[in-house]
Every structure is written in structure tokens, then in C-alpha cells.
């Protein structure tokens, strides 16, 4: 098993920055695929972006691409989340995940390890 814990989620003005973290423990990182995603308020948790095992491959969510960056450090078992010109809908509860059967997924299904989330807020 592996258990995950997010940081950096803060309050931000508009067009702001921020790097959320996922620090993991129990198990190396390179076993997993990762995705963050995010819990709006009033709606259902949605995929940001994902990446692969050995971080070659990522996917975002259209509302993000340009904006949001994805990466990995195997060694440090870290998964960060660089956010840029952030926008007030892009406040959230992000959420860390780790799956050992998936590539590059946007599925929730897929993963089978979840932090406890950490809250991002973008005031206007």
C-alpha cells in the first residue's frame, strides 16, 4: 500500500501561482501511475491531469492545459502539481492519487489510493 499526503493548497489571488505536492510513503512512487484531481464546490470530483510511471506521458483536462503542469520525482517519491494563471473556478479540494494498473488515466476508477486533499481557493 501506499498512503499519499497533498501540501501547498492556500488562498491565491487571480492569475496567481501555486505548486501543490504529493508526498508518498509505504511503497516507491515508480510503481504508480498518479493523477490529481478536484472537488468543486457544489460538484462532483473531476480529473486535472495524470501522468505515467516514469513521468513521459501526462494528460490534463482542457480547462487546465497551458496552465497546469504536471511532474514526478521517483526518488524523492513526490508528485507535484504547478498551477499558473489561476482562475477563481479553478478553486478546489485537490486530491492526490496513485494506481498500480493504470498507465495514464482520467478515471477515478482507476486509482486505488487517495490523499486526504488540500484546499486551493482563487479570489477575484
Known amino acids: 500500500q501506499v498512503q499519499l499526503v497533498e501540501d501547498g493548497g492556500r488562498v491565491v489571488q487571480a492569475g496567481g501561482s501555486l505548486r501543490l505536492s504529493c508526498a508518498a510513503s509505504?511503497?516507491?512512487?515508480?510503481?504508480?501511475?498518479m493523477g490529481w484531481f478536484r472537488q468543486r464546490p457544489g460538484k462532483k470530483r473531476e480529473p486535472v491531469a495524470a501522468i505515467s510511471r516514469s513521468g513521459g506521458s501526462t494528460f490534463y483536462t482542457d480547462s487546465v492545459k497551458g496552465r497546469f503542469t504536471i511532474s514526478r520525482d521517483n526518488a524523492k517519491n513526490m508528485v507535484y502539481l504547478q498551477m499558473s494563471s489561476l482562475k477563481p473556478e479553478d478553486t478546489a479540494v485537490y486530491y492526490c492519487?496513485?494506481?498500480?494498473?493504470?498507465?495514464?488515466?482520467?478515471?477515478?476508477?482507476?486509482?486505488?489510493?487517495w490523499g486526504q486533499g488540500t484546499q486551493v481557493t482563487v479570489s477575484s
Open positions: 509505504g511503497r516507491t512512487l515508480n510503481s504508480y501511475g
Open positions: 492519487a496513485a494506481g498500480t494498473r493504470v498507465y495514464l488515466s482520467k478515471f477515478e476508477k482507476d486509482y486505488a489510493y
